[in-house]
């Protein structure tokens, strides 16, 4: 893979580019260094809230016309807000990409937030939060990571708190926004069939004249180890149970994050790294589908380890069988990763993680809005360098390494067990 370009504006944007004349298409990421990580108590939601905003136009793109004059042009767009950041893409014809360029500068500066807008907002936004608090497993998953941590931010909803939905006002949102979307807290990068010279004078014609302060490093203390073992039990509506098992988890510039990768390969299945399709790769070859969904203690197994800034959660989430007991489940798990431990593990496992994650990782470098995307992303916790050695670090990990961190993450006495019982069910739960 050959290495982007980097460049840096004096107003502090960071630009990366990759040329790929494959195809005529450029995607184009802006990322803004803001997520619920740098969220206030009282201000919950306030990063996702003001990503809906910025859909509600400027004086010069109006709502009405965004949309249209992408879908006209024939590109797709879309935006994310992530614990760690704030992203807004847009893939388009080669030849079009100056509507998307000119279109992020300027609702990098001029975006409205009409009183209007954010009262309809607030309702969009309450209504998302009330549908998502009334799904069974994201009730229980948000039990979970809340429990998790004691005081890190990492532990609020990136919707927010319903409390703190109804009382944010238009102010917050806006002092919000122009604090944190400034070309010095953002990175924009961009993959397609461009000439880089081209680009960079295009972004400096468009961003250079921005003014921008430097913001100062947030002062958050990432939490390292939970505190001993915590259990939730929820019941509600719903024929299904639910459990989820979360233990504390690396941060993705970690020495330990690679080990873990695959050690959760191992554990419940390889993860791809793909944003935008491009290729699977099943679980039934890892060690906890054979053990509990293959003997239909069961329906389903899937692990959860995010690429953070901070120490996150890695979590096992499984749907159970009705006539299945939780306590069976977790026991059956426990004795894996016991075995994990303690029982060597060979080398051919460890193979097969790594060529599983490189078949995912091809399946990636196909897709240029993934190319993109990964260009930005990876630059919001380390550095673009990260990606690129990606499967070097995982070639470099031996089974002692996976046993390693196995031991010291995924300790019993060190997580959060939780089980979402429906009200009708009356087997007991014993953890």
């Known amino acids: 893979m050959d290495n982007p370009t980097k460049i840096q504006l004096d107003n502090g944007l960071v630009v990366l580019l990759k040329e790929i004349h494959t195809t005529p298409i450029i995607s184009l990421w802006s990322w803004y260094k803001v997520g619920s990580r740098l969220e206030k108590p009282g201000l919950t939601g306030i990063s996702h809230w003001v990503e809906h905003m910025q859909f509600k136009g ?7 016309m965004m949309d249209r004059l992408i879908a006209r042009e024939g590109g797709v767009w879309n935006a994310f807000t992530h614990v760690d950041w704030t992203t807004y893409f847009e893939t388009m014809p080669a030849h079009k990409i100056d509507l998307a360029l000119d279109l992020e500068a300027d609702r990098m500066v001029n975006s409205l937030f009409n009183p209007a807008d954010v009262e309809s907002e607030r309702t969009v936004i309450i209504s998302e939060k009330e549908g998502k608090d009334n799904e069974p497993f994201l009730r229980l998953n948000n039990a979970v990571n809340e429990a998790a ?3 890190h931010p990492y532990r609020n909803e990136v919707i927010g708190s319903l409390e703190d939905l109804n009382r944010i006002q238009r102010d917050d949102l806006y002092h919000h926004y122009r604090n944190y979307y400034q070309p010095s ?23 250079s004249p921005i003014p921008s302060e430097i913001l100062p490093d947030p ?32 941060s993705a510039s970690a020495p330990d994050f690679f080990a873990f990768t695959i050690m959760d390969s191992l ?16 679980n039934r070859t890892s060690r906890l589908y054979k053990k509990i969904v293959d003997r239909r203690l069961a329906v389903s197994l899937a692990g ?12 096992l989430s499984i749907t159970l069988h009705q006539e299945q007991d939780p306590e069976t489940v977790i026991k059956t798990i426990d004795q894996e990763i016991e075995k994990l431990i303690e029982k060597r593990i060979r080398k051919a496992e460890i193979q097969r993680a790594v060529k599983q994650a490189r078949a995912l990782f091809a399946y990636g470098l196909e897709n240029i809005t993934n190319q993109a995307f990964w260009l930005g992303y990876s630059e919001n916790f380390a550095h ?4 690129l050695n990606y499967l070097d670090r995982l070639n470099e990990i031996k089974p002692h390494d996976v046993q390693r961190v196995a031991e010291k993450y995924l300790h019993p006495q060190k997580r959060v067990i939780g089980v979402y019982h429906p009200d009708f069910s009356e087997s007991k739960i014993t953890l």
Do not use: C
């Not at 990175?187 to 961003?207: C, P, Q, R, W």
């Not at 149970?241 to 690396?250: G, N, T």
């Not at 554990?267 to 099943?282: H, K, V």
């Open 149 to 151: 941590f004691s005081f």
């Open 384 to 387: 673009y360098d990260w990606f």
């Open 185 to 207: 807290n953002t990175i924009l990068s961009i993959a397609g069939d461009f000439h880089t010279s081209d680009m960079v004078e295009k972004i400096h014609n468009l961003y």
């Open 304 to 315: 959860g380890l995010q690429a953070t800034i901070d120490p996150h959660v890695y979590d």
């Open 267 to 282: 554990l419940s299945g390889p993860a791809s790294l793909n944003m935008f399709g491009g290729g699977g790769t099943s």
């Open 219 to 250: 002062d958050i203390q990432p939490e390292t180890e939970m505190n001993g073992k915590k259990e939730i039990l929820l019941t509600g509506p719903g024929d299904t149970i639910f459990i989820q098992i979360a233990y504390r988890s690396p």
């Open 58 to 64: 400027t004086r010069k793109y109006p709502a009405t």
